[in-house]
């Protein structure tokens, strides 16, 4: 075979090379001297040849993400205060800046009380004795991941990181600094631990959906599930004996308690924000936002709780109230007529409930309101949204993704805000946002689907 003239000059072992061979030489030869002229040695251009090596760690740590959360390095936060719903929040926004990181988030202390400015009097808790621990990591693996202190290697590899505060810290600044500690020598830290900020106040920079996943992992332990399932059952039976009082006679024959109901009796919840520091709260923030569609007195409240189209009654409507509110009687009265309000005292649980702490409390109060039939709220309250957004995800899982004008299975209704009939707004969580803004503070734009 004749060897081609730009190969003759080659030789391998004194022997001339074929075509192939001599062609697979040349390729070689020619990508090592383009090699040398577009990639400067790290000894002539020290500066850029570093910025190389960065953008080769960047991409390392997002294929870390792609293929799991780093078990050996974590993340530390400080201990979650306020509301339930608040800290729920808190924790998610924890457990996100945590997969930035690409690190498992290290257990957090929750926070049993309220919040109070003198942090010493807070009360903790422990997450695994509210939320299930194992749950959590098998409903999120791959996506966030929960150590426990006792998976250290060495306690003192920590790197304190102080998040910024103030007007000036902005959501950019805050941004720059989750990615500056991306790198090394952060890196090498086995802990990163984050001092001097609720995580509820952090900046977010995680969209809608990244929450509702967490979420969606937050299962609550057996004990509270439990105490949920007695209030729920207890409002069934309660509903049950008033449809049958209404629907059956003796003169037709039947004994009531012959007939068992075959599906579960529905029951409404309505979140019913009316105690005065929440009233004082909600003006002056229309007087600030120039909104008005932010307060409902608790006439407002009935009245469009009694103008819902296609509510079926008598049904029992569960009042998720403060308990200031549980000793006053006007919440029980002045009710359209086949609307039958109960709250915590009303159905006998009042001491049920106050053997727990204000978070297990509001945690039975969720999944109460959670399971209902029909839930009403309002859509400047946390409690209320993230409810929302929890039916929301349960709807979204049958396949629908809009309640505009049709019947679905688990409807939510915003009392605050005019809707349909003069009745409460139609309400699902807009699952496209890209933060957590209205959620967590609140907002009057709302929607009946999913991706407005």
Not at 52 to 58: E, G, M, Q, R, T
Not at 301 to 319: F, H, Q, S, W
Not at 377 to 385: D, E, L, P, V
Request: glycine residues 6%; positive net charge.
């Amino acid at each position: 075979m004749d060897v081609p003239p730009y190969c003759k000059h080659f030789k391998v072992h004194g022997c001339h090379l074929n075509s192939f061979a001599c062609k697979c030489v040349v390729l070689a030869f020619i990508a090592l001297i383009l090699r040398a002229v577009l990639l400067p040695t790290f000894h002539s251009f020290g500066g850029a040849e570093q910025s190389k090596l960065v953008f080769i760690s960047n991409l390392s740590l997002s294929l870390g993400h792609k293929f799991g959360i780093r078990k050996d390095k974590f993340l530390e936060v400080p201990q979650i205060v306020w509301g339930l719903n608040n800290q729920k929040i808190a924790f998610a926004r924890a457990c996100l800046t945590a997969k930035f990181l690409n690190r498992t988030l290290l257990m957090p202390s929750l926070s049993a009380s309220l919040f109070y400015k003198e942090v010493e009097l807070l009360e903790p808790i422990s997450f695994d004795k509210v939320f299930q621990f194992k749950k959590f990591n098998s409903l999120c693996n791959g996506f966030v991941q929960l150590g426990e202190f006792s998976d250290l290697r060495n306690q003192t590899g920590a790197f304190e990181l102080q998040k910024g505060s103030g007007r000036r810290w902005t959501p950019e600044r805050d941004l720059d600094q989750l990615k500056q500690h991306n790198e090394d020598p952060y890196n090498e830290f086995d802990v990163i631990r984050i001092i001097g900020k609720n995580p509820f106040l952090w900046h977010d920079h995680w969209p809608v959906k990244d929450y509702a996943k967490v979420f969606e992992c937050l299962v609550l332990v057996d004990e509270i599930m439990n105490e949920a399932d007695k209030v729920v059952s207890r409002i069934r039976d309660i509903g049950a004996t008033q449809v049958r009082s209404q629907n059956e006679s003796p003169q037709n024959g039947i004994n009531p308690a012959e007939k068992p109901f075959l599906q579960p009796v529905p029951y409404v919840a309505v979140h019913m924000r009316i105690e005065i520091d929440w009233m004082i709260h909600c003006k002056k923030l229309e007087q600030r936002s120039n909104i008005t569609q932010i307060c409902s007195s608790k006439e407002e409240i009935m009245e469009r709780m009694g103008n819902i189209a296609g509510l079926k009654t008598p049904v029992v409507v569960y009042l998720a109230v403060a308990d200031s509110l549980l000793h006053d009687p006007s919440i029980l009265s002045g009710w359209k007529e086949g609307l039958i309000p109960y709250e915590k005292k009303k159905l006998g649980l009042e001491g049920t409930y106050k053997k727990f702490p204000y978070l297990i409390q509001s945690a039975i109060d969720y999944e109460v309101c959670l399971r209902a039939d029909v839930f009403v709220g309002n859509s400047f309250s946390t409690f209320s949204n993230l409810i929302v957004l929890d039916r929301t995800q349960k709807l979204i899982r049958m396949g629908v993704t809009s309640s505009c004008g049709v019947d679905v299975r688990w409807p939510s209704y915003a009392y605050n805000i005019l809707g349909e009939a003069k009745g409460p707004q139609r309400w699902m969580t807009n699952m496209s946002g890209s933060s957590l803004q209205a959620i967590s503070y609140g907002s009057n734009d709302i929607s009946c689907c999913v991706d407005p």
